[in-house]
């Protein structure tokens, strides 16, 4: 099993990931450097958030030329594993690897805070440690996390099981008092068709030690290992 | 123009302009000019207070570090470096780009030492929020702070935030930066071996920001000037990739010396690291980089660009060193050497336009400065509280307060900040200091900033001092040990000499504080000339403060944390109201003296409240400051949102006034909570320090209710409570 976390420039919380893959789950992983083309023996690659490009244009807009984007399409289209996390979402969003985009806050603020999201599904390679409808409390820090799709992406996102997890209250209801940025549907995580790139808005790698708060972020990463050892 | 009206409109004055001749034995080149004039500034060299800081202690229980840019302690392999600086004039004219380019300039400051910056602190001053200016103010500030800090990917963990009058006209923008580094990898500021090279590398030099510091900084503000072309613009994405390509330069031992280019540019850079490396350096301007054309030598010397760096490389090793910032594709060029002859030489075209000696540059004249004590001072310190009348209904009472700009909830701003990245923020935002635990150890480190000015105002001696003892007990009570200290002195203008007395009042309090403490100041900062039309600014010494918590089990925070705990309260309380918040916020005044200071007592409070919170026995420690008691004990139930947790205290002294004993904001005293069984302990360790010590109430339930004896002072919903308090700003704010 081994990591690659990939860094553009801004990228922001990419040593975050690596710290969370080598000293909290002791999986390997290295760094993998967004002019670089290679990702072959890697098992899953993160895209992790930050500001690449200084979001510039608009989030994940330039990164989404990048040398290693081309790479990570194809990896993805291979089967490998692809997770974006915050920007690495809006990312995956703009390389078209994931339907949707990514709107302004609905308040037109940053918001940095924990929140609650729940799994709608939990038979995927990203969740298989959680349980249905298991509630996580995971911060977020964007200030473009109001995710948006039109009706008909939305319905098939519904239909094949692709929203991953939904903003929630503390108990695991969903309304819009607990939907922090205006997402529709409450959308905070989506997953592709063929179930191995995930996006996610809210941070694992900032809730995964008791320390920091919450280790709730850990089922996730948890969950991947697991995916990998069951394809083996 | 004559000549007398070019170096007095670059802010020198006759004697320093005869100064100039007699150290160049001729007439100055206009280049030559600008760059006296900025390092002679007050932002630069201090000349009005050098005198004075000299006083302020540099050793304290860990080693230290005094560097050129920053300086920190060593904690056994790292070293923890930090400093404080302000910008609060680039603020006040530009906002967003003010509090930004401030930001970007202290994390410049810290990782041009070789630390990776953990965390930042804002301290914000504005005037009411009833002036829409300075709403446009607060918000184009925490815009300024969210944009550079988010992106550039420093937490922005702590902070505090004032409104008082005297700051309408001239806001207070301080920010604090800490870094960490292993303690074999500190960097200098300095330039040394003559044929190494001096690199420039970054972003390209424009006009931007020429004159920031000379102009901005170190005159007053005249009404409709316009001033806005001096305020510098920041580009945090540019930021990000220069530290990452910097700690790598640092990290191949090539490098000999490295200073940012921050407050007079490419002029401080050149002659502060020729001057510490007792070297002489020569640069050729056209091999700057540069965003305009036709610049003159003048102002590529004096541009305040951002996001630039000048690095002093060794010879033979600058392609090696050009490479790692091309990686990030950051400019690289090396414009010029270092040289033996111990003078900053600056070329245009092979044609020498400035040539002084280094340390001329560097030693700017030092001035004492006449003082006085106020005027109104006397008239002002008397109070008599028999004239105050005493409250009827302290529900409302509390309400006000909490609902006042000072105390209300901050949770507006710091939602805006990414608190979080990096993974290190174990206390959050909300309680009474920031906590960062420190990778691959078992230590953490707690931050704080703290200055209560209307204190300052009052009492600049013992107001400077309160700073200090609070600083330091809001680290005690997250479980830390007070360790170093960092100051930005914002004050009115030096050269009058009522406003020169507050700053030397302040200084020695402080000097006087930390000495007892035994805490060093490692680094810092003065902003002088801090007036609008109206008069100076309260004199306003902010303390930042770094402390060690040896084992990150003995983090502890401030909000209650089960119910039936056993609240305790450690120090006395006074019939004090001077200076207090509910004295201006309830009464309209501001009068009195500040609250009375036992540096003993102080240290006898922490020591207990310290010793009890490392054997394990305390769930929760709160300061008590501004409001009083009762707002302490508000904030240790609501501040936590996610569980908040009522209290009940019947067993409160009432010796005096009801309003001192719950709103009167007496010094040393911390509100902790313990379990049932800890309580002996807890008073063992008391009785030990000769802290006073009374066991005040129980927590539990879901309102917060106050006693004397069997009458009810206070009954209020922990909901109605948190409405108040959180709801205060975002409403403000969107008026």
Redesign the interface.
């Known amino acids: 099993m081994k990591f690659g976390v990939v860094v553009f420039?801004?990228s922001?919380?990419d040593?975050?990931c690596f710290?969370?893959i080598k000293?909290v789950l002791k999986q390997p992983v290295k760094y993998i450097w967004h002019k670089d083309t290679g990702l072959d023996s890697l098992d899953c690659v993160v895209l992790p958030?930050?500001?690449s490009?200084?979001?510039?244009l608009r989030t994940g807009a330039v990164a989404k030329f990048s040398p290693i984007m081309k790479s990570i399409v194809d990896f993805a289209n291979r089967g490998g594993f692809v997770i974006g996390i915050c920007n690495g979402f809006q990312i995956l969003l703009e390389a078209g690897l994931l339907p949707g985009a990514m709107l302004r806050n609905k308040n037109l603020?940053?918001?940095?805070?924990?929140v609650y999201i729940r799994t709608e599904n939990n038979h995927t390679a990203f969740t298989n440690f959680c349980h249905k409808h298991q509630v996580l409390n995971i911060?977020i820090?964007h200030?473009e996390g109001n995710y948006y799709i039109d009706e008909e992406g939305l319905q098939e996102l519904k239909r094949n099981n692709q929203i991953v997890f939904r903003y929630c209250a503390?108990e695991g209801n969903v309304n819009e008092a607990y939907n922090p940025n205006g997402a529709m549907y409450s959308i905070a995580g989506i997953i592709n068709k063929q179930g191995n790139v995930l996006g996610m808005m809210p941070?694992p790698?900032?809730s995964s030690?008791k320390?920091?708060?919450s280790e709730d972020g850990l089922f996730i990463f948890k969950s991947i290992v697991n995916a990998v050892a069951m394809r083996r | 123009m004559a000549k007398s009206e070019v170096y007095r409109a670059l802010g020198l004055t006759d004697e320093e302009y005869q100064r100039i001749l007699d150290i160049l034995k001729r007439e100055p080149t206009p280049t030559e000019l600008a760059m006296f004039s900025v390092e002679w500034s007050e932002h630069c060299g201090y000349p009005r207070s050098r005198s004075l800081l000299g006083l302020l202690p540099k050793t304290g229980k860990y080693q230290t570090l005094i560097g050129e840019d920053a300086g920190g302690i060593i904690l056994d392999d790292l070293a923890v470096i930090f400093k404080m600086e302000s910008h609060n004039h680039p603020s006040q004219v530009e906002p967003k780009q003010g509090a930004a380019t401030g930001v970007g300039g202290i994390i410049r400051d810290i990782f041009t030492t070789g630390a990776r910056p953990i965390a930042c602190l804002d301290s914000l001053r504005f005037g009411p929020l009833s002036e829409r200016y300075n709403r446009y103010l607060l918000r184009g500030v925490v815009d300024g702070i969210q944009f550079y800090g988010n992106c550039v990917g420093v937490p922005t963990v702590a902070g505090e935030i004032y409104f008082e009058e005297s700051y309408s006209g001239n806001c207070l923008v301080n920010v604090m930066c800490i870094g960490v580094a292993r303690k074999d990898r500190i960097a200098r500021a300095r330039a040394f071996g003559a044929g190494n090279s001096i690199m420039y590398v970054g972003s390209s030099t424009g006009r931007d920001g020429i004159g920031g510091c000379s102009i901005l900084a170190s005159k007053e503000f005249k009404q409709g000037e316009e001033k806005r072309p001096t305020v510098q613009i920041g580009d945090p994405f540019t930021e990000k990739c220069l530290i990452e390509a910097t700690l790598e330069a640092l990290a191949t031992g090539y490098i000999v010396g490295i200073k940012d280019m921050g407050a007079a540019g490419l002029t401080c850079s050149t002659s502060e690291m020729a001057s510490v490396g007792n070297s002489g350096i020569e640069v050729e301007l056209q091999r700057v980089p540069r965003k305009e054309k036709n610049m003159e030598p003048w102002e590529v010397m004096m541009s305040e660009s951002q996001e630039r760096m000048l690095l002093c490389v060794q010879e033979g090793k600058e392609d090696q060193i050009r490479k790692l910032f091309l990686k990030w594709d950051l400019n690289a060029v090396v414009i010029g050497k270092v040289t033996d002859d111990g003078m900053v030489r600056i070329k245009d075209k092979d044609k020498v336009v400035a040539e002084i000696e280094a340390h001329s540059l560097t030693q700017a004249p030092i001035y004492n400065m006449a003082h006085k004590k106020p005027e109104y001072l006397d008239e002002l310190n008397e109070l008599d509280i028999s004239t105050i009348s005493e409250p009827k209904d302290y529900n409302d009472v509390l309400l006000e307060l909490l609902s006042s700009p000072s105390l209300a909830s901050k949770e507006w701003v710091y939602q805006q900040y990414d608190h979080m990245v990096q993974t290190n923020t174990t206390v959050l935002p909300g309680s009474d200091a920031a906590v960062l635990r420190l990778k691959q150890t078992n230590k953490a480190i707690a931050a704080t900033t703290d200055c209560n000015s209307r204190y300052c105002f009052l009492n600049p001696h013992r107001g400077a001092q309160i700073a200090i003892a609070e600083a330091a007990r809001n680290l005690v009570c997250s479980g830390a040990e007070p360790a170093a200290v960092t100051d930005c002195l914002n004050f009115g203008n030096p050269e009058k000499p009522d406003r020169f007395w507050q700053f030397k009042n302040c200084v020695e309090g402080i000097a006087q504080g930390c000495r007892f403490f035994n805490l060093p100041v490692v680094s810092g900062n003065v902003s002088f000339y801090n007036e609008n039309p109206k008069g100076a600014i309260y004199p306003t010494p902010t303390i930042g403060m770094i402390g060690v918590i040896n084992d990150i089990s003995h983090i502890c925070t401030q909000f209650f944390k089960k119910e039936q705990d056993v609240i305790i309260l450690l120090g006395s309380s006074k019939e004090e109201l001077g200076a207090s918040e509910y004295l201006k916020v309830i009464h309209g005044k501001i009068k009195g003296d500040a609250p009375d200071l036992n540096l003993e007592l102080e240290e006898a409070v922490q020591h207990c409240a310290l010793e009890s919170i490392r054997k394990g026995l305390v769930n929760s420690a709160h300061d008590c400051s501004e409001g009083g008691l009762a707002v302490a004990l508000v904030e240790c139930c609501i501040s936590n949102k996610e569980k908040m947790i009522g209290a009940t205290i019947d067993n409160l002294l009432f010796k005096f006034r009801k309003d001192a004993v719950l709103f009167g904001e007496s010094q040393s005293r911390i509100i902790i909570s313990c379990n049932e069984e800890a309580v002996n302990r807890i008073k063992d360790i008391a009785k030990e320090n000769r802290v006073p010590f009374c066991i005040i109430g129980r927590t539990g339930g879901k309102t917060l209710r106050i006693f004397q004896k069997k009458k009810e002072l206070i009954d209020l919903e922990l909901k109605k409570l948190y409405e108040v308090w959180a709801g205060f700003l975002p409403r403000q704010i969107q008026r």
Request: hydrophobic residues 25%; contains cysteine.
């Open positions: 420039p801004g922001n919380c040593q975050d710290y969370v000293d958030g930050g500001f490009y200084g979001d510039y603020h940053f918001i940095c805070k924990f911060p820090a200030n503390p941070h790698e900032r030690e320390l920091l708060n």
